[in-house]
C-alpha cells in the first residue's frame, strides 16, 4: 500500500505498560482529597480504583515497561536507534532540562541510539511521537524506534478538576517498538493539529518562571473555562476523518476507535460525536487504571492487538483531542 | 532540500556585568584542573537579563523571524519549542509551541516541544523538522523558537559559562535552496543523563520551608561532570566531526565557519586545540558581551556571523555543540 508518498510500511511491532502495585479505590481518592463521591460523580468516571505509585523515581515503571516491550519484540536493546518519551506529568527532574529518554538509553544498554521527548500537548504527545519515528523510519534515518512514558499523578492532585471532577488519574508507564518492513500493526497514517487558542488549558500553573512559589498552584488543573468537550470532539471528529482521507480510507471502514480512558462519559460522547454504536471496548481498562495520559492509549491498543483474530484485521482510529488544544489522529491496522 | 528561509534572535536590552553576578552567586575563587581558573578564563563581561517570561522572549524571536522571511502565520505548518530550560509553566505538560501559535496566528500549524534538556536540541529540532518535512506532502514550512529565561542568582553554570536571557527562532522551509541543511549528526550519551538538572518542586522535602534556590536553579553533580563529561568531551567532538563530515561527504578543511555555543574562553580555547579546527573558523565575537544563550547560541551566532559577513553565500558551515543530558550534535549547512 502506497502511504504518504512511500511504500515503506512501518508498524508497532510490540507494546507493553506497567503498573505500580498499590491500588486505591476512587472514592477513596475523593475521600483523601476531600471531595464527594456520589452515584452521580461514579456513573460519570466509569471507574473503579487506581494505581498509585510510591517510589522515588518513576522512571522505574518506564523502565520496566521499556524492558517488557524489548522482550515481547524478541530485540537486543542494541537494535534501538530511538528513544523517545512521551510523557505528560512532571518527571524525575523538571523537564525540559532533563529527559528520561537518556536515562531508559543507559539502563537498558542502547549504546546506538539517540534520545529525545515530545511534550507540551497531552496524550498527543504519543502521536507526535509516532509522526517524528514514522518519518524517521521512512526516510530510512532509522530502523527501530523505542517510545516510552511515564505518568504518576502530583500527591493530592489525583482528581481533576476538583470543582467539577473531569478524570481521575492513576499512574503507570508504558513503552512501544516502531519498526520498518512490519505489518504488524500497520501505521497507515497520523494526522495532527494545534489550536493555540487552548495551549494552557492542560498546564501545571506553580513551580515554573511564571510562578515559581506557589506550591497552591503546583498541580495539574484543566482550565474549565477554556475546555469545551463538545467543540474538542468535533474538532477530533474532522482531524480523524482527514488522518482516514489520507489512509485512503473513509472514517465508515474504522471499527475500532481508540481514545484516553479518560471518564465514561467522554467515551461516551466520543461514540455519539463520531455517530457510532455499540459498546464502549474499554470499560475494564478505564475500571481497573483510571486514566493514565498517552500509557491509556498503549493499554487499549494491547487489548485490540490481543483480541484479534488470526488472518483478520481491523482499522482502528487511535485519537486523542489534548484537551481542545493539541490534536491527534493515528489510522493502523490491527 | 531543506533550507533555513529566515533566522532571527532577541536579546533584552538590560544588561548585567558578570562579576556582580559571580559575587552575588558566591561563584568560587581558584584554580580547576587543567591551570583554568573559573573567573580567570570565562571572558565574558556581561549578560543580557530580564523579568519577562521566557514565551515572551521566544514570541519577539518569532516575530522577528517571520518578518524577515516575509510570511504570514497561516503559513506555517508545524511549530517545535527547542527551549531547553524551564519555561512559563511546568513541562512536559506545556510548551510555548501553543502559545506562539497563538500570537502568530498560525492557524494550520501542529504545535510541539522537544523535551531534551541542553543546546543540543536545537540539533534535535532540527533533525525532527527535517525527517517530517522529508517524510510527509503537507508538512513544507517549519518555525523552530527557544525562548530562555534563567531565574535570578542562577546565571552561572560552573563552571562552563555565564547565561544571558534571550530567545531565538529559525524557518525551515522543504525546496529551499538558502543555507541548505547537508547533514545532522547526534550522538546520546545517556549516562550522563543526570549531570545537569532541575529538582523542581515534585522533589521538595517540606512544604512550610521550601527552598526554592535548591528546587528551581540547575544544579550540576561536579564528580559526575568531571568524571564523565570532561574526561570524554573532546573525543566525542573529534567523533561527532568525523560522522557529520562523513554523512556529507565533506573534509574539515572545507568547512569555512564553525559555529560553536559560546559557553568560555577557556572551553572554546580547548574545543580548538583538541579538535584541531583554527581559532579563526569558530565564530565566537560576542561572548564577551552576551555570555551563553542556551541553545539559542546556534541560531544567535550564526546570524551575527551572517550579519558581519563571517559567513557568505556558498559557505560551507558546521554549527556543532554539546548538551545536557548528554548529547553532542553537528548540523553542516551550505549557506
Not at chain 2, 523558537?145 to 560552573?158: E, Q, S, V
Amino acid at each position: 500500500m502506497k502511504i504518504s508518498g512511500t511504500s515503506t510500511p512501518v508498524g508497532i511491532v510490540s507494546t507493553a505498560y506497567c503498573l505500580p502495585p498499590r491500588k486505591m479505590f476512587v472514592r477513596d481518592v475523593f475521600k483523601e482529597e476531600g471531595l464527594e463521591f456520589d452515584l452521580a460523580i461514579a456513573n460519570q468516571m466509569g471507574m473503579n480504583h487506581v494505581h498509585v505509585f510510591a517510589g522515588k523515581w518513576r522512571s522505574e515503571l518506564a523502565l520496566e515497561a521499556a524492558k517488557e516491550c524489548l522482550f515481547k519484540a524478541g530485540l537486543n536493546a542494541n537494535e534501538i536507534d530511538v528513544v523517545v518519551d512521551f510523557s505528560v506529568l512532571p518527571q524525575d527532574y523538571v523537564v525540559p532540562s532533563w529527559c528520561m529518554s537518556n536515562k531508559i538509553q543507559h539502563e537498558l544498554g542502547a549504546g546506538k541510539a539517540f534520545n529525545l521527548g515530545f511534550g507540551g500537548g497531552g496524550t498527543t504527545n504519543l502521536l507526535t511521537a509516532l509522526k517524528f519515528v514514522v518519518s524517521l523510519i521512512r526516510t530510512e534515518k532509522v530502523n527501530t524506534a523505542l517510545l516510552i512514558s511515564t505518568d504518576v499523578a502530583i500527591p493530592g492532585n489525583r482528581v481533576i478538576n476538583q470543582d467539577a471532577p473531569l478524570t481521575v488519574l492513576g499512574d503507570g508507564a508504558s513503552a512501544l517498538i516502531v519498526s520498518k518492513d512490519t505489518r504488524v500493526c500497520e501505521i497507515l497514517n497520523i494526522e495532527l493539529w494545534s489550536d493555540g487558542r487552548k495551549n494552557d488549558v492542560l498546564c501545571i500553573p506553580g513551580g515554573g518562571l511564571a510562578h515559581p512559589d506557589r506550591l497552591d498552584l503546583y498541580r495539574l488543573r484543566i482550565g474549565a473555562g477554556g475546555y469545551s468537550e463538545e467543540s474538542s470532539l468535533r474538532n477530533l471528529k474532522s482531524v480523524t476523518e482527514r488522518a482516514a482521507e489520507k489512509a485512503g480510507i473513509n472514517l465508515e471502514d474504522v471499527t475500532i476507535f481508540i481514545n484516553p480512558n479518560i471518564s465514561r462519559k467522554d467515551r461516551g460522547k466520543l461514540l455519539e460525536t463520531f455517530g457510532l454504536s455499540g459498546d464502549d471496548l474499554f470499560v475494564d481498562n478505564r475500571r481497573q487504571y483510571g486514566h493514565i495520559q498517552g500509557t491509556d492509549f498503549v493499554i487499549n491498543l494491547s487489548q485490540m492487538i490481543n483480541e484479534r483474530s488470526e488472518g483478520q484485521h481491523n482499522l482502528a482510529a487511535v485519537c486523542s483531542h489534548g484537551w481542545g488544544f493539541s490534536y491527534g489522529a493515528m489510522i493502523v491496522r490491527i | 532540500m531543506i533550507g533555513i528561509e529566515a533566522e532571527a534572535y532577541f536579546l533584552p536590552k538590560s544588561k548585567k556585568e558578570v562579576h556582580k553576578i559571580l559575587e552575588e552567586e558566591d561563584i568560587p575563587f581558584g584554580t580547576l584542573a587543567k591551570n583554568i581558573d573559573f573567573r580567570r578564563d570565562l571572558g565574558i563581561e556581561e549578560v543580557h537579563v530580564t523579568e519577562e517570561l521566557s514565551s515572551k522572549l521566544a514570541l519577539r524571536a518569532v516575530q522577528q523571524v517571520i518578518s524577515k522571511a516575509n510570511i504570514l502565520g497561516s503559513e506555517i505548518d508545524l511549530i517545535i519549542d527547542f527551549t531547553s530550560i524551564p519555561q512559563d509553566y511546568i513541562g512536559p505538560t506545556w510548551s510555548a509551541a501553543g502559545f506562539i501559535q497563538k500570537e502568530i496566528n498560525a492557524n494550520k500549524a501542529f504545535c510541539t516541544a522537544i523535551t531534551v534538556g541542553g543546546c543540543s536540541s536545537y540539533h534535535f529540532a532540527l533533525e525532527a523538522a527535517c525527517a517530517m518535512i522529508s517524510a510527509e506532502d503537507n508538512i513544507n514550512r517549519v518555525l523552530l523558537f527557544a525562548g530562555d529565561r534563567t531565574p535570578n542568582y542562577n546565571k552561572t553554570y560552573y563552571p562552563i559559562t555565564v547565561s544571558s536571557d534571550g530567545g531565538s527562532a529559525l524557518i525551515l522551509k522543504n525546496k529551499c535552496e538558502r543555507a541548505v541543511i547537508l547533514a545532522i549528526e547526534i550522538i546520546s550519551v545517556g549516562r550522563l543523563h543526570d549531570v545537569w538538572y532541575v529538582p523542581g518542586l515534585g522533589n521538595r522535602q517540606n512544604d512550610e520551608q521550601l527552598n526554592l534556590e535548591k528546587l528551581l536553579h540547575m544544579h550540576c553533580d561536579m564528580k559526575k561532570f568531571n568524571d564523565g563529561v570532561i574526561l570524554i568531551n573532546f573525543t566525542m567532538f573529534n567523533r561527532l566531526i568525523a560522522r557529520v563530515l562523513k554523512k556529507a561527504g565533506l573534509k574539515k578543511q572545507d568547512i569555512d565557519m564553525f559555529i560553536y555555543p559560546t559557553f568560555s574562553t577557556w572551553d572554546q580555547n580547548y574545543f580548538c586545540r583538541s579538535t584541531g579546527v583554527p581559532r579563526e573558523k569558530v565564530y565566537t565575537k560576542k561572548l564577551v558581551e552576551r555570555g551563553h544563550v542556551q541553545e539559542s547560541d546556534m541560531i544567535i551566532n550564526y546570524v551575527d556571523a551572517l550579519n558581519d559577513g563571517s559567513i557568505k553565500n556558498g559557505n560551507l558551515v558546521m554549527v556543532l555543540t554539546n548538551g545536557a543530558g548528554f548529547a553532542w550534535t553537528a548540523a553542516i549547512i551550505r549557506h
